[in-house]
Structure formats: C-alpha cells, structure tokens
C-alpha cells in the first residue's frame, strides 16, 4: 500500500513515521522540513522512545509521488483552500482519503472535488509538536478515530484501524464519523481558544477555578450543539466532559496546536473549529454564547495579528 | 459648604478641581499626586478648555481636614477595604457620603459604617485620566445622575445636582439610584473587561463587526439582569443599547479605566463591576453567560499579574 502524507506537521510526521516504521511504503510531501529530512532523514522524540528513520521519501511537489492507495492529510485547515490542488496529483480510481485535520468542514472540502466514497476522516488524540527541522516531539497520547465521510462502519475503515493500530497507533473504526468530531470539538473548542487567547496551558487553566467552571460550561454548549446534528446516539454531558477534565488534569503543561500558532505568529484554525461548528448549531437552533463570545475575542486577536503581519 | 475629596485619582481631580473652580472650599486627600499639588497646584487639560488652580487643600491624611459637609468619594474599588478608615475623620451627623465609584456595592461598603441617610451614590459619566503628578486630563463628557442610598428623590439630591450643574457638571438627580448604577454597568461590562482583556480601545473593538456583536450581547445580558432587579421602571434595551453604542461610537479611541488599571499593572475593579452583579443577577435566576466567561477571563489574568508581581 503506497501512502502519501501531505500536511507534515506534528501530526503528518509522527503518523507517517509510525506508518514507515511498521513497514509501510511512506511518501512524504514536505515544505519546511524538506532538506533537512532529505539529508538527515526523521527523527522521533517520543514519551514511548526516540527512534530515527534515516531514509525517508520526501518530495516537494505531490506530482512526484503519483497516485498512491492512501492519502493521510495534516494539513493546518487554514491552509484548505490549497488542500485539492496538492492532494489532486495523488488521487486515482481507488485512493483514499484521510484527514485527520481539525474540526469541521474538511470531509466536504474534498468532497467538492473527489467522489465522497473516497473520502474518510479522523480525529487524532494526539500531543505532538515540531522541533528542529527534521525532528518531531510526541509527547503523548497518539491514538485515532477513523470513518466513512458517508456514514456506517466500513471493512475499509475496520482494515485502515488495522493498519494503524499494527504500526503503534490505537487506532478504532467508528460509524458516526460526525459524533467522533463533535467530541473532539467538546475538548478543541474550549482549549484550543482558551489557551491562545490567554497564554496559558491547559494545567494553568483548570488550576483557576472560576476559569476550569467556564471550561466546563463552554464543554455543556458543544455537547448540546452536538446532541443537536442527530447523532446516532447522543453524548451523555455528564459522563463525557468529567472525563476529558480528568484527562486533561492529567496533560503536563500541554500547550494546545492553536496556542503554538498564535505564540508562533501563525493564523489560527478558526473557521474549522469555531466558526463551522457555531453555523452548524445556529442552524439547529442552539446558541453557544460562550463559544461565539470566545470566537470573537479570538478573531480579533487574528485581525490584529494580521495587521501587525503586514506592517 | 466644605468638601472633602476622597480618591483623588482622574475622576476625583476633576469634579474637586469644577467644584473648587466655581468657588466650593474643596479640600482633597491626596496620595500620588500630594507633593505636585501643594507645591504647583492642580492643572486641568480640559476639551471643554484648559484651566489651572494655583492653590489647592491638599492634605495626605483625612483627620487634617476634619468634619466635612459633603464627602465626594472616587477611589477604585479594589481600595473599597480602606474607605471606611479613610473618610470616618470627615464624618459628623450632617455630613452627606456620596459615592461616584464604578459597579455596585459601594453604597452598601459605607453602609456598613454609617447611617444610610448620609449615604449617596451617584454615576459619572466622565472620560478624563491622570497625566503626570498635578495634571488631569478630560477628554469628554462629565455628567454625572445622583440620587438617595434609600431611595427616592430627595430635595437633597436636587441641591447637590445643582451645586455640581453650577459648577460646570451636569447633574442629574435621579429617584432610583440602583436603575442608574444598573444602566452604568451596561456601558462598564462590555467595554472596561474588553479593553483591559484584549488591550483594544473602544474604538477598535467596535470596528470589529464580530466584536461589536458581542458587545451588543453582552449589553442584552446586563439589562436583562438589571431589569430583574426590581427597578422603578425596566431599563428598555431596544431604546437603551442602541443610545450607548452611538455614543460609544462617537468617542475616539477611549481608553476604559480598568484598561488603563490593568496596564499600568494595578488591579482592576472586578468585584463592583463584575463579581457583584453576577450576583446580584444569580440571586434573581438570570444567568450571565458571556459576562461570567468575561469575569472568568479577567480573574486569570489578575492572577497572573498578581502572581508575577509578586516574583
């Protein structure tokens, strides 16, 4: 099975390196870490063990990999209106296509331009970051959700779960591909925005209790969001969100992916993460106000960066 | 009739600097500003024109000044620990207690030491900050509504509204002092939390449409709160929100209080604007969602100033 990996980020990287460790035929298509990974190959510091792939297939241009069987895609989704047209080179008749991106709205990015029974999607519980180009921190967690952007638990989806788990990533099929990202989003939404408005960790955050009730009620509105999609079986508030407080009481200091980007200058994945979801709970009729609220504060921090950018 | 100006920060200067100006012996107790004032006098920056009071009454301790007939109190509200030790040396039978503080609960502070019919309240509307030691600058408006601790319109608070209307201050004495304090807290909950939390004037932050939602849901949430709290007559947010965001509009690049609190590192006045009215809002069953995650928000970053203040 020839993959292609586009979108080698934190993420892009440490799937691709699993995938290429088990023995997977890996094709990396990279920017930044281009030379350094042609030259050095890809180094993994991870809390399960440091390892080093010296050879790795890297390319700069998605017309050099050709068309593979599977396609994972990391890309940041603010970068999703250039996501078919590098993706487009590697798709033939039978590939696959597999975002594990963030949020909403990627599974219908591609499919405005390839079949959608090609297409799956992913949520990656994943504590990851870049180091020095050519290196890769994992620094916990890892495992992932995968389903059918049709809906139903496919063999397909059953032998990928395989794939992955074999190459040291849990990995669960799931029928509802939506209620997997919606459960997601009950972590991403408050974190993610919270701790790239503020500054601060997620250990920081719940460590001040009026701020750790906010999570938690900010957590009450994307699970009743959610519950609002039609589901195949809604999430339970009180079971799910004292769970994902414990496991994040249980993260070190972690530093959510949109925190890096705004402390990195980059844009942030706003309209995946806040600005779909929040559409597609107005058009349910639900109101999130702290959500919008913690929206808006975030744009305007974008805006402001961006002006500052262009200076 | 002697004065004594308790706080003398921007909003204490100024209306101490109108009354003494049209010819009240104002006396004011001073802290930063003591050794400039005695020795230079007091120098107003005004947009209504600039003027200079060479001799001031300036005193660094209250039992210099003695008995008072009217106690004009402008100190922030995180003081509010001090205020009864700072103005009891004014205070005999006749003396009247008027408050011009921001938020909620200063009345009920002097309340717990005095008699209730010494006490006033009253809200200013006054865009001014301090300039260097001896200066204080006014920037717009100025009007300040009064009224009765107990309720009512007292002949009293005519009197004091024109004292302050003669002096060059328009006054406005008014029959239900909670209803204005309440309509303040509209216009304070948005903009002082904002600014201070995103370090974004007015101005900017009403340039940002999404933003400038939030605003107006904010103010939606402060009026419904206040409407609960059993006013003579409910505050009409259809006719209400509109008026201050006009007005807002109209003010050019202001800079809240608490913006310029937090910049300068000082505390910010969170439990009269925020923590008491959340309360005040709990106790009648409204919820405040966007106003507590703002409180929230804000309380972080005070701990952190606090915190890194204190290394």
């Given at each position: 099975m020839r993959i292609a990996i586009v979108g080698a980020g934190a993420l892009g990287l440490y799937y691709g390196a699993q995938l290429q460790r088990s023995g997977g035929d890996v094709h990396f298509l990279l920017r930044r870490d281009y030379a350094?990974?042609?030259?050095?190959?890809l180094r993994v510091?991870?809390?399960?063990?440091d390892f080093h792939l010296?050879?790795?297939h890297g390319y700069s241009r998605s017309e050099e990999i050709g068309i593979v069987d599977l396609v994972l895609i990391g890309l940041k989704?603010?970068?999703?209106a250039q996501m078919v047209g590098l993706v487009r080179p590697l798709v033939g008749p039978q590939t696959v296509l597999l975002t594990l991106q963030n949020g909403l709205g990627n599974e219908d990015c591609l499919a405005a331009a390839f079949a959608p029974e090609q297409i799956m999607g992913g949520i990656a519980f994943l504590c990851a970051n870049r180091g020095a180009p050519g290196t890769v921190r994992h620094l916990g967690e890892g495992r992932i959700r995968l389903g059918e952007f049709c809906g139903g638990l496919s063999s397909r989806a059953e032998k990928l779960a395989a794939l992955f788990t074999a190459a040291g990533v849990p990995c669960q099929a799931v029928a509802d591909l939506n209620r997997a990202r919606w459960e997601k989003l009950v972590w991403n939404i408050p974190f993610n925005g919270l701790c790239a408005l503020t500054g601060k960790d997620v250990t920081e955050l719940l460590a001040d209790h009026c701020v750790r009730a906010e999570v938690v009620?900010?957590?009450?509105?994307?699970?009743?969001?959610?519950?609002?999609?039609?589901?195949?079986?809604?999430?339970?508030?009180?079971?799910?969100i004292p769970r994902l407080i414990e496991m994040?009481?249980?993260?070190?200091?972690?530093?959510?992916?949109?925190?890096?980007d705004r402390l990195a200058g980059q844009p942030l994945e706003l309209e995946s993460i806040y600005a779909l979801?929040?559409?597609?709970?107005?058009?349910?009729?639900?109101?999130?106000?702290?959500?919008?609220?913690?929206?808006?504060?975030?744009s305007l921090g974008e805006k402001a960066h961006l002006a500052t950018a262009v200076k």
């Open positions: 350094a990974i042609c030259a050095d190959g510091e991870s809390v399960d063990g010296p050879k790795i989704t603010f970068a999703n009620a900010l957590m009450t509105e994307v699970v009743a969001a959610g519950n609002a999609q039609g589901l195949t079986e809604p999430i339970d508030p009180d079971r799910f994040t009481d249980k993260m070190d200091h972690y530093r959510p992916s949109m925190m890096l979801p929040l559409r597609a709970a107005g058009q349910k009729g639900v109101s999130l106000p702290r959500t919008a609220f913690l929206h808006a504060l975030l």
